[in-house]
C-alpha cells in the first residue's frame, strides 16, 4: 500500500534531494544498490512526466513547481510496485491543466500496473470522471456507497444531496459601480537573474505589460496556469514586489506613495491567503489575531478594539465567546472565517482573495462563497480572485482575465469568457475544468 498526500511541499523533506527521497524505500526496505536505485529513480521520474530527470535528481523540493512535487510524490509511491495506492487530495491545490494531468497519469498507471486506487477528494467533477465507485462519509460513517453514476443520478441520502446542490456557480453576480477603486496600466515584474558570461544578464519577466481595473462593489477573477504570473501581479499591486508601469488606488497613485503614506493607505486594501493554517499565527488568539491590524494602524482604545473584533466576528458567523481560542481548536472553514474577519476589520475597499476555497469541501466552500457576496453587499467592497476553480470564479466574479507567461490573453465577462472562449489557451483551461 502506497500514499500520496495532500500537500506534497509538506510531505517531501526539504533537506533532501529527491533521489535520495524516491530511492529511500528501495535502500532501506528493499536493500537495493545505489546504482540500481538510481536507475529505478530515474524510471520512475520519466514514467510521471518530469522532464530531464538526469538533471533533477540531486534538486531539493522548493527547486520544482507544485505539479512537478506532486508528480514525485507519485514516484516515490510508485517505487515499491504497490497494488493499492491511496491518494489523498492530490490535486487540490494545482491549477486545473496540472490537476488533468495528475489525474490522467494515476488513470494510465492504475491500468499499467494493474494498480487499484483509492481518491480521497472533495472535488465531485474529479469523483465522477475518475472513480467507478464512490462512499460518501460524513462524521466518520458511511451515508451512501456503490456505483458513482448512480449515486450521482439519484442519489438516496439527504447529505449526498446536499453535496451535490453545493454549486457556488449557481449565485448571481454582484451588483456594480461604475467608479473604479483599482487601476493597473501597463504593470511589469521582472526578477533579476545572475549574470551569465560575456556580462549576460538573465532576467526573468514574470509580469508583461498587464492592465485592469476593478470598480466599487466589483469582483475581478485572475486564473490561468501555475507560473502564469498571477501572485507576482497580485504582489506588485500590493507593493510587496518592485515594478513597472502604475497602480491607481482609490484615485491616489499607489505605486508612487511613501512610505509613511502607503502604510496609512495599506488599511484599504487586504489580502486572504490560501491556507488559513499556514497564515494565522499559532501562538496568537482568535482576537489577538484580528484586532492586529487594527492595532497596527494606530488604535489604542481597547473599548473600539473589543467592539470591532466582536462586530467582524458576527459579520463573519463566528460566536464571539470564540476570541480567546486559537487556530488549532478550529476546522478549515471556521479558520478561513478568521482570515477573513482580519482583513475586513478595518472595512479595506478591496479585499484579494488567493485561493481561498481550495482547502475546503464544497459545502463549506458554498458557505464562504456566500459569506463573502454577502459582506461585499454590506459594506460595497471590491474583490480579487486568484483561482483555478472556474466555479467560484463563475459565481462571484463579473468580470476575469486569463493569464499566460506573464501576460493577459483574454479579458472581459465572466460568463462570456466561459461559455464562449476566443483564445485556444482559455478553451483549454475550460476543457481541463469539470464546470
Known sequence: IAYIFQEPMMSLNPLHNI??????????????????????????????GVRKPESRLKDLPHAFSGGERQRIMIAAALASNPKLLIAD????????????QILELLEGLKSRFDMSIMLITHDLGIVRNYADRMVVVKDGLVVEKGNTEEIFSRPASDYT??????????????????????????????????????????????????????????????????????????????RILPFTGTVTFKGKLFSGLAPKALRGMRRYMQAVFQDPYGSLNPRMTVKMIIAEGLIAQGERDKTIINAAVEQALNDVGLPVDIADRYPHEFSGGQRQRIAIARAIILRPDLVIFDEPTSSLDR????????????????????????????????????????????????????????????????KILINASFI
Not at 535520495?20 to 529505478?40: F, N, S, Y
Not at 487530495?89 to 488533468?100: F, M, S
Not at 556580462?199 to 485572475?222: C, M
Open 19 to 48: 533521489e535520495k527521497q524516491i530511492t529511500e524505500r528501495l535502500t532501506v526496505v528493499e536493500g537495493a544498490g545505489t546504482a540500481a536505485a538510481r536507475l529505478r529513480a530515474l524510471e520512475l521520474l520519466d514514467l510521471v
Open 89 to 100: 487530495e492530490p490535486t487540490t491545490a494545482l491549477d486545473v491543466t496540472i490537476q488533468k
Open 161 to 238: 444531496k446536499e453535496l451535490l446542490n453545493a454549486d457556488c456557480g449557481r449565485m448571481e453576480a454582484s451588483a456594480v459601480n461604475a467608479e473604479p477603486v483599482l487601476c493597473v496600466d501597463g504593470l511589469n515584474v521582472v526578477y533579476k537573474g545572475k549574470t551569465g558570461r560575456f556580462g549576460k544578464k538573465n532576467d526573468f519577466a514574470a509580469v508583461s505589460e498587464v492592465s485592469f481595473a476593478v470598480n466599487r462593489g466589483d469582483s475581478l477573477g485572475i486564473v490561468g496556469e501555475s507560473g502564469s504570473g498571477k501572485t507576482s501581479l497580485i504582489k506588485a499591486v500590493l
Open 363 to 426: 459545502s463549506v466552500q458554498l458557505q464562504v462563497v456566500t459569506l463573502l457576496k454577502n459582506l461585499q453587499k454590506k459594506y460595497a467592497m471590491s474583490y480579487i480572485f486568484i483561482s483555478h476553480d472556474l466555479n467560484l470564479v463563475r459565481s462571484v466574479c463579473r468580470r476575469m482575465i486569463v493569464m499566460k507567461g506573464g501576460t493577459v490573453v483574454e479579458a472581459g465577462n465572466t460568463e462570456d469568457i466561459l461559455s464562449a472562449p476566443k483564445e485556444e489557451y482559455t
